[in-house]
């Protein structure tokens, strides 16, 4: 059975857990360049090419905000949060098919995890229904898909990846991950990061999903 060696589920959480044609994401990444403007005082189009430049040298903007400015963290994702979190859908199928997955359900984001825990209650995911969420400060800043970013991961929360399944829509996040040993499944969305890094193929993706309910209930769930 595909499924049955797998006893560590890991879900990415920004396009992943929620789907991208909610249209959510796209307002925090419009709150990192308003931070960029406001902290350093550039015009809002100066301001979300310096984004861009720290996003593409960092892996993260907080990564680069971090290393390069040494700003304030909390504030920094107390600043992200302003964002309409009801844009993201309620999804009453993908909490019960999560809920009966066999074995350790985990998240592992760049993001944060005060941002995560507003997202899976907006699902209407009940509290601890994953068992850890790693978030970026969990990954000390080093984000995916650098190897560093799933080693820290998989050591931190005592995960096998060889045994362990990655839900993610970032192509280049799912090759470290295949690299390291782990199973893949690819969220799949019309976003531009979504299809970054699909230029040379697919041979890293083990499954490729367009619906995460329906998948996990329907291939997972009847082959474990
Ligand atoms: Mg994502």
């Not at 009801?86 to 993001?111: E, H, K, M, S, Y």
């Not at 799912?174 to 040993?181: E, Q």
Request: proline share 6%; aromatic share 12%; glycine share 6%.
């Amino acid at each position: 059975m595909p499924f049955s060696d797998i006893d560590t589920w890991v879900f990415d959480l920004d396009d992943t857990l929620y789907p991208a044609s909610s249209n959510f994401f796209p307002q925090v990444a419009e709150r990192m360049g308003l931070y960029v403007a406001e902290t350093f005082d550039l015009p809002l189009d100066e301001a979300k090419l310096e984004q861009r430049r720290l996003f593409l040298e960092y892996g993260t903007t907080l990564s680069g905000l971090v290393a390069e400015h040494g700003i304030e963290i909390d504030a920094y994702a107390r600043f992200l949060m302003q964002v309409d979190y009801g844009r993201i859908p309620r999804n009453p199928a993908l909490v019960d098919a999560v809920a009966r997955l066999p074995g350790r359900v985990l998240v592992f984001t760049n993001g944060f995890r005060e941002h995560a825990h507003a997202c899976l209650d907006q699902l209407g995911f009940p509290p601890d229904s994953f068992e850890a969420i790693a978030d970026i400060r969990t990954i000390d800043f080093k984000p995916k898909p650098r190897p560093i970013a799933f080693e820290t991961f998989f050591a931190e929360h005592r995960v096998d990846p060889t045994r362990s399944i990655f839900f993610e829509d970032s192509p280049r996040n799912l090759r470290t991950a295949k690299d390291l040993g782990m199973k893949t499944a690819h969220i799949v969305t019309d976003t531009a990061w979504g299809n970054m890094g699909l230029e040379d193929g697919d041979g890293f993706i083990d499954h490729s999903v367009v619906d995460l309910s329906t998948f996990l209930t329907d291939t997972v769930l009847t082959n474990v």
